[in-house]
């Protein structure tokens, strides 16, 4: 070729490039700009702005690394672990840059006492089915602790679950969980036997409990057969005549309280009405769907159940 | 045979001397009566007999149709026509004000002194003081000491001191005075303290015992004629305050009242003088149970009261018409809870009154209508709106708890209205009324909880569904007086609809430890209350002067029970002698058994008795000072007795002896 073809082309080369850079370097707003999102395992800012703030609000009981240490996995609480019922929370963070999971699953899941004291008996206790947390990548589920840790006597709560982060599944095992004592004079778990069987109720959160109507929820779970198998939900169905008494104040009572009934979801639900804070023992009457009394038939001092939660508003 | 002593005693003292004419000032409201409370010897007014140094209480005592219930040495509550607290109305100088104590130990007469006023004011009935609002059985106005002004700048000093003996009372006071024609001011400070008080045979009243402190002044300045700004002040303090009848104390309670004011007299045209005030006063008490053993659990239980107001006052005569307008506005409220500490255990805590706000707004007309001397009429008219609210999320939570559709705000539309014709000649006097009215309940029958009545030991809870309750009164008075012998007959009969009251609820558990249940306020169908007064008083001579009044009162409602607190058949006697400058007196006061006791409402039966009192008071004159001297025996055979309004039947005092001395420079 000669000469003249090469100029032509460079003039082609050149005007191409300064139209094509005259065409980009103008502000282009049909297209967005578009960050690649690396990370696909993880919440985009928003939700991770969401997830944070609920974790906020909890307490960090335990911290557990995946296989490879890719992940660690988070176990919450409202405050501290106690005997009877307790929220938990699960969320599963990224090492590499510390954001939240946003696809995982937690299943199986297992605590399991290993008394100490009785010859390393092992028992489960009380669990509640596993939900996500609406809109945020948090599981809840609940645990009814029968009894305390106790160091001393060796008798030591361990928790067990499985878990799947997309593809890639795990399982952590037997980690140690401190459960405390009730607070002197306060119950919120009890127990009765019906049919050969024994059955727990745990009272959900009753600290908040206000002056007034309050709704009051609770659990009835029923031991497994085999009892290093997570206790579940009773399938029988039962009314609980609830009677909030002040044993400070001559067993001073409330009016219109609702029995504890069963919804669809398994938890049961009434009304209690507590006329004033302090010290209040909620009475119990257990009753097949027919009115039986199966349990809290028997009056104590009182004059009422001798089968009763206490709490203090 | 008590019952036929006393009314022979009645009777014993017929016309004979018709002798010199008596002075003494038509009163043109039939249903007004005053008391003075700062005066001298031989001052022709009514008045107690101790002088000066006598408490508010035995000041109320003079009226005829005013009874006090006691709960110990201090802070009676008035009841006027066999009614109380929550039927009557009481103002300072106009201005609302509210007692901050569910328990009434505070009633709004405690948080003044004898010395802060000139004279109290008693409207029976539905025909109330203008400001006065909610009013049945009557409304008390106490009215203010102002010193005035004086075209001659002068002043004046008081002292003053009292002892007695029952309960060593001791009562100290002092003021000072100045005016001139554009500006006045009075100002004093007055204390008082009694330790226990003794009843009839030596037998000691514990934890009767109280300690009070009032400091005062006012301001006057007229900068133009006829215009005038005033303002006053007023803190009262109780402390150490015992109460036999219940089974707390009181360890303080303080009042301060605060209003400014102006008028503007001497006006011409339709109206002759308009007067504004702006007021607000709090009060704070404390309930102490610290003094007293067997305490089962502790309990903390203050209350507060918060009132800020104004009225405009417009009066004018016109031809034959003399007529009052008058515009008020106030709002209070009312806080009182309760903490309760049991051994080693968590506390409890509850809110009594839920901190109700009240606001109300009212209007009234009076007019005396003079047709000539002889005829005139009386009409009175107000009525007033109000909104209430509960501001505690706390108390509306928890009285939630037993009024499921509870709204936090309550509103309601209150009037009153009277009519009486008068007449009045030589020497007849006689008048004829009627009135109709209602009252919207209380704060503690809306929305009191678990306040406990140690009278008939229930819980008390109150109701926010009670409806108004209203009030038919007929009255009438008929007096010949000669101006030597006076005699008059006045009653008046009210009907009530809805009646207020607390009735039983069996499905309800008690709060108080020992209570015998749960009352809930309830509106009953009815109830009727009739008051009788038969006075007989005649001036044997001119320095002589005998009196005597009767008094009947019943009380029924719709269930055909009798109405508890009303008075047995009562009767006041007294032979008055007073000349140059001195005044002796002695007297007697007797009830009958109080048989007509309401069972169904915790009463129970209790005796008659009659005491007596003797007193004289000596006026002596120096060139720089006066002094007026009181010295007297109340009680003189030392009985021991107890009336149907002692709380609890606790004990009335014993033999006391008092003297006292005010000394004016």
């Known amino acids: 070729m000669n000469i003249k073809i090469y100029i032509l082309l460079i003039v082609l080369l050149v005007s191409s490039e300064t139209f094509t850079s005259c065409g980009s370097s103008q502000e282009d707003t049909s297209t967005d700009i578009n960050i690649p999102n690396e990370d696909i395992d993880c919440c985009d800012e928003n939700q991770e702005y969401k997830t944070s703030s609920y974790l906020h609000s909890l307490k960090e009981l335990a911290t557990y690394e995946s296989n490879q240490s890719k992940y660690v996995i988070k176990l919450y609480t409202n405050d501290s672990l106690q005997v009877g019922y307790n929220d ?21 899941i297992t605590p399991i006492m290993t008394m100490g004291s009785m010859n390393n008996m092992q028992h489960s206790t009380p669990i509640g089915s596993i939900e996500q947390v609406d809109g945020v990548p948090i599981y809840h589920s609940w645990i009814s602790f029968l009894m305390p840790t106790n160091t001393g006597s060796n008798n030591i709560w361990s928790l067990s679950f499985n878990y799947q982060i997309r593809d890639s599944v795990g399982a952590i095992s ?111 009457v257990v009753k097949t769907l027919d009115g039986t009394i199966v349990a809290g038939g028997d009056n104590d001092d009182s004059g009422y159940s001798n089968l009763y939660w206490t709490v203090n508003i | 045979m008590r019952q036929t002593f006393i009314f022979i005693l009645s009777l014993l003292f017929g016309p004979i ?167 006045y001011t009075n100002f004093g400070i007055s204390f ?39 303002a006053t002040f007023i803190y009262d303090l109780a402390t150490d305050v015992g109460y036999p009848a219940l089974n ?64 405009s006052l417009l009066e004018g005569s016109r031809g034959i018409h003399r007529y009052k307008l008058n515009y008020d506005l106030y709002y209070n409220t009312l806080f009182a809870d309760m903490t309760m500490y049991p051994d080693d255990k968590p506390l409890m805590y509850m809110q009594t009154w839920p901190d109700v706000g009240t606001c109300n707004t009212g209007a009234a007309l009076v007019d005396d209508i003079l047709f000539s001397d002889q005829h005139s009429l009386h009409v009175s008219l107000k009525g007033a709106w109000q909104h209430q609210k509960i501001q505690s999320d706390n108390g509306f939570n928890a009285l939630s708890i037993y009024f499921p559709t509870l709204r936090r705000t309550k509103s309601d539309f ?148 009798y109405l508890p607190l009303i008075a047995p058949l009562s009767y006041h006697g007294a032979l008055k002698a007073s000349f140059e400058k001195w005044e002796v007196e002695v007297g007697m006061e007797a009830a009958d058994k109080h048989s007509k006791y309401s069972e169904k409402y915790g009463e129970t039966e209790t005796p008659g008795y009659e005491v007596f009192h003797f007193s004289a008071g000596h006026h002596l004159k120096f060139k720089d000072f006066s002094v007026d001297l009181h010295a007297g025996i109340e009680n003189v055979l030392d009985r021991k007795y107890t009336t149907y309004s002692d709380w609890n039947h606790i004990l009335k005092k014993g033999r006391n002896i008092f003297i006292n001395a005010s000394f004016t420079l």
Not at chain 1, 89 to 107: C, M, Q, R, T, W
Not at chain 1, 275 to 282: K, R, S
Not at chain 2, 278 to 300: A, F, G, Q, S, W
Not at chain 2, 492 to 505: A, C, S, T
């Open chain 2, 248 to 311: 707390m104390d009181v360890k303080k309670a303080e009042g301060i009242i605060g209003a400014i004011t102006y008028r503007h007299e001497s006006m011409k045209g339709f109206f002759n003088r308009w007067e504004t005030k702006l007021y607000t006063n709090r009060i704070v008490h404390i309930m102490d149970d610290t003094k007293r053993p067997d305490v089962e659990i502790h309990m903390d239980m203050p209350g507060r009261s918060r009132t800020s107001g104004l009225y």
């Open chain 2, 414 to 561: 209150i009037w009153r209205s009277a009519l009486s014709y008068l007449f009045k000649d030589h020497y007849l006097h006689f008048s004829l009324g009627v009135g109709y009215g209602n009252r919207a309940p209380s704060v503690t029958e809306s929305f009191g909880y678990f306040l406990n009545n140690t009278f008939d030991k229930y819980d008390y809870i109150g109701n926010p569904h009670l409806k108004k309750e209203s009030a038919l009164e007929l009255n009438g008075m008929a007096e010949w007086n000669n101006h030597n012998v006076d005699l008059k007959v006045e009653g008046n009969v009210f009907f009530l609809q809805n009646y207020i009251i607390g009735k039983p609820d069996l499905r309800l558990s008690a709060m108080t430890i020992g209570a015998a249940g749960v009352k809930i306020y309830q509106n009953l169908n009815n109830a009727r209350i009739v008051n009788v007064t038969f006075q007989g008083n005649w001036n044997i001579f001119h320095w002589l002067r005998l009196e005597n009044r009767l008094t009947y009162s019943y009380g029924v409602e719709s269930t055909n029970s």
């Open chain 2, 192 to 230: 008082r303290h009694a330790g226990n008080y003794k009843a009839g045979g030596n037998e000691t009243v514990v934890f009767s015992q109280f300690q009070k402190t009032n400091t005062y002044f006012n301001l006057g300045f007229q900068p133009f004629k006829n215009h005038i700004f005033e």
């Open chain 1, 88 to 108: 938990l929370y699960y969320a599963i963070e990224k090492v590499s840059n510390g954001k939240h999971v946003k696809d995982f699953n937690i299943a199986e």
């Open chain 1, 174 to 284: 037997n980690q140690p969980l401190n459960v405390k004592a009730s607070s002197t004079g306060l119950s919120y778990l009890k127990s009765f036997k019906y049919n050969g069987d024994t059955y727990f109720m745990s009272l959900v959160n009753p600290n908040n409990f206000v002056t007034g109507v309050n709704t009051i929820k609770a659990y009835i779970s029923k031991k497994s057969s085999t009892i290093t198998t997570p206790y579940a939900l009773a399938s029988e169905q039962f009314i609980v005549e609830i009677t909030p008494t002040m044993p400070d104040m001559g067993n001073h009572t409330s009016p219109n309280n609702e029995a504890l009934t069963q919804s669809t979801d398994g938890t049961y639900t009434g009304k209690i009405n507590l006329t004033m804070t302090g010290l209040w023992n909620i009475h119990l």
């Open chain 2, 17 to 183: 001397h018709p002798v010199s004419a008596q002075t003494d000032s038509v009163l043109l409201q039939r249903n007004l009566n005053e008391v003075i409370v700062t005066s001298s010897v031989s001052d022709k007014h009514r008045k107690t007999s101790k002088g000066n140094t006598a408490s508010i209480d035995e000041h109320l005592l003079q009226f005829s149709n005013v009874n006090m219930i006691s709960r110990g040495g201090y802070a009676w509550e008035p009841v006027i026509n066999n009614m109380s607290t929550e039927r009557i109305s009481t103002t300072i100088d106009g201005m609302k004000i509210f007692y901050a104590c569910t328990d009434k130990m505070d009633p709004i007469t405690s948080y003044v002194e004898t010395g802060n006023l000139q004279r109290i004011s008693l409207n029976s009935g539905l025909d109330g003081n203008p400001q006065a609002t909610g009013n049945i059985g009557g409304s008390l106005d106490l009215k203010l000491r102002r010193i005035g002004f004086d075209n001659r700048p002068s002043s004046e000093y008081h002292l003053s001191t009292g002892y007695e003996s029952n309960g060593n009372l001791q009562v100290y006071g002092a003021d000072a005075q100045f005016s001139d024609s554009h500006f």
